[in-house]
Every structure is written in C-alpha cells, then in structure tokens.
T-cell receptor
C-alpha cells in the first residue's frame, strides 16, 4: 500500500502560535515514531507509540510538545507557543510490529517559526 | 547515555571506487542495526539492516557487523555519483523502548 504520509509538507508560523503536524502511517503498522531533524543535524527522537501501550515520551524537548495517536493509526504532533528554535523538519516513521524493526519514514514537515 | 558515532565527513571517493562508511555504538545490548540513506532535502530511506555478526550483501552494498568490537560498517562497491548522500547509522538497543538511536550521519560525495 501507500507509504507514510505527512501533512502539511511545509508550515510557516509566527512565534507564539500553536501548530499541528499530522502523520498517517503505513496501513497495518502498529508502531509510530516522531523525530526532529534540524538543519545539518542528525535525527532527534521525540516520541514512540506502540499499539495501545502508553507512548514513550522520553524525547519530547519540553512540555510545549505533545502527541496523540487516535485509533492506533493517525498521529498528531502539537507544538504550543512555538519558538524559533522549533524550526526543523519533523519526520514521522512507522514499523510493522514491535520497536526495533525497520522504520519507514514519511516525507517530513518543514516547520519555520518566524 | 547510549550513543552512535559516525565520522561526519565529507567522505569523497572517485566514481567506481569502494566507499567505506563506519559506525560505532556504545551499548553491547544492541540488537538491530540499520543503514539509511538521506538525500539532501529528503527523508531517510532504508538501505540495509543487519542483526547477526558477519557480512550481509545486497547488490553493491555490504553491511558488516562486529558485535565484539561494537562496530558496524557499510561498503558501497562501484560507487556512483547517485550514491552521493548522507548515510545514517541507526541502532536499536531493544528493551521496552522501540526507538532507534541515530548517528549524525556521514556525508558521501562520489566524484565523476
């Protein structure tokens, strides 16, 4: 089927505004991940969902960041009161079953906070 | 602190040569190892996965794993300009967390 999809592909916002980023994983994949990649940097883990288990939120950089996954499928990453340092590419990935298996990445959302 | 280390490069090789990309990791409990390729402005795409000591070959790509030395490498034979990208090494440490720990990547440039 289709790969991981993310929307929007680009988002420009003003400092202090809230933004929502969406991820639609590959159908049947139970694990979903969010990463952040700043310009020229590596991937920074944010949060991991596995089935109906409580998410691993250990990578979220502050309480302005939160994520939900509804019905075990689509996920939304919300950034409240955005700051300029939040500007980055936000990547979503999914894998078939438990963590540790191959992760397939979406195209990312490029967020620019002015 | 679990870490994955890569030489940031850039690694420059002539077309047709073998490119060797290296990665070391800090935790002996690591179970799964992955190489991703990321073109500029694009998202990472999986090149190879390896789980057992030794070599694993797929076309022009060979992944090598040495758990005793905590070392994983990727060899690209007959390098092509289209191989020019950043190569990310990723390690899964198992346990309850499912996330991969990524290295910062090695930028490879293949010169025609």
């Amino acid at each position: 089927g289709a790969g991981v999809s993310q929307s929007p592909s680009n988002k420009v916002t003003e400092k202090g505004k809230d933004v929502e980023l969406r991820c639609d994983p590959i159908s049947g994949h139970t694990a979903l991940y969010w990463y952040r990649q700043s310009l020229g940097q590596g991937l920074e883990f944010l949060i991991y969902f596995q089935g109906n288990s409580a998410p691993d939120k250990s990578g979220l950089p502050s309480d302005r960041f939160s994520a939900e996954r509804t019905g075990g499928s689509v996920s939304t990453l919300t950034i409240q009161r955005t700051q300029q340092e939040d500007s980055a590419v936000y990547l979503c990935a999914s894998s078939q079953r438990r963590g540790g298996e191959t992760q397939y990445f979406g195209p990312g959302t490029r967020l620019l906070v002015l | 602190q679990k870490e994955v280390e890569q030489n940031s490069g850039p690694l420059s090789v002539p077309e047709g040569a073998i490119a060797s990309l290296n990665c070391t990791y800090s935790d002996r409990g690591s179970q799964s190892f992955f190489w991703y390729r990321q073109y500029s402005g694009k998202s990472p795409e999986l090149i190879m996965s390896i789980y057992s000591n030794g070599d694993k070959e797929d076309g022009r790509f060979t992944a090598q794993l040495n758990k005793a030395s905590q070392y994983v490498s990727l060899l690209i034979r007959d390098s092509q300009p289209s191989d020019s990208a950043t190569y990310l090494c990723a390690v899964n440490y198992g346990g309850s967390q499912g996330n991969l720990i990524f290295g910062k990547g090695t930028k490879l440039s293949v010169k025609p």
